[in-house]
T-cell receptor, first 113, second 113 residues
Framework: EAQVTQNPRYLITVTGKKLTVTCSQN?????MSWYRQDPGLGLRQIYY???????DKGDVPEGYKVSRKEKRNFPLILESPSPNQTSLYFC????????????FGSGTRLTVV | GNSVTQMEGPVTLSEEAFLTINCTYT??????LFWYVQYPGEGLQLLLK?????DKGSNKGFEATYRKETTSFHLEKGSVQVSDSAVYFC????????????FGKGTRLHILP
């Protein structure tokens, strides 16, 4: 089954404790992206990657890092999480061009206390 | 820049009512247009898409027509069901360097039995 898999689904952590949210896709898509979803603000792009070893900032990159060492994986790293990063996070992938639509993961609900 | 504006919710309807969720866009060139649906506790799923003017996307009884003259992509369904309760996002991708998808803020739909 074609899918984007994120882990974990839920995570509660403390301020400053480094964490990684994993994202993997099995569709051989070139493009991958991370979004956060907050009430009243909709979906905002954090980082994206056009292909292996190619990443770029989205609209709200501060406090996040990503890497794209393999085509299928695109982890999101929070080096020192803060409470304002409490949010619902989604990973998405698409074939190059995006015209066929994006496939989203099921989401990771992160709470930073 | 590119943008998507959709009607604010929540929208509350009775079962079997007719649904319209308005969406208009601003974009240079010829974007692809999408509707995504997010059911409670889940990620976004592609509902339907249209890639050129006058195309009609359809799926699960939902329809939307790409109207270039009015820059609109309104979502319609003739008879809604309780199971259609979800958040609906209008979105576009423009053929540009970063393949970015632009989302509207989302419209929450409640269907009453």
């Amino acid at each position: 089954e074609a899918q984007v898999t994120q882990n974990p689904r839920y995570l509660i952590t403390v301020t400053g404790k480094k964490l990684t949210v994993t994202c993997s896709q099995n569709m051989n898509h070139e493009y991958m992206s991370w979004y956060r979803q907050d009430p009243g603000l909709g979906l905002r792009q954090i980082y994206y990657s056009m292909n292996v070893e190619v990443t770029d900032k989205g609209d709200v990159p501060e406090g996040y890092k990503v890497s794209r060492k393999e085509k299928r994986n695109f982890p999101l790293i929070l080096e020192s999480p803060s409470p304002n990063q409490t949010s619902l996070y989604f990973c998405a992938s698409s074939a190059q061009g995006g015209g066929l639509g994006y496939t989203f993961g099921s989401g990771t609900r992160l709470t930073v206390v | 820049g590119n943008s998507v504006t959709q009607m604010e919710g929540p929208v509350t309807l009775s079962e079997e009512a007719f649904l319209t969720i308005n969406c208009t866009y601003t974009a240079t060139g010829y974007p692809s247009l999408f509707w995504y649906v997010q059911y409670p506790g889940e990620g976004l799923q592609l509902l339907l898409k249209a890639t050129k003017a006058d195309d009609k996307g359809s799926n699960k009884g939902f329809e939307a027509t790409y109207r270039k003259e009015t820059t609109s992509f309104h979502l319609e369904k003739g008879s809604v069901q309780v199971s259609d309760s979800a958040v609906y996002f209008c979105a576009l991708t423009a053929w540009n360097r970063d393949d970015k998808i632009i989302f509207g803020k989302g419209t929450r739909l409640h269907i009453l039995p």
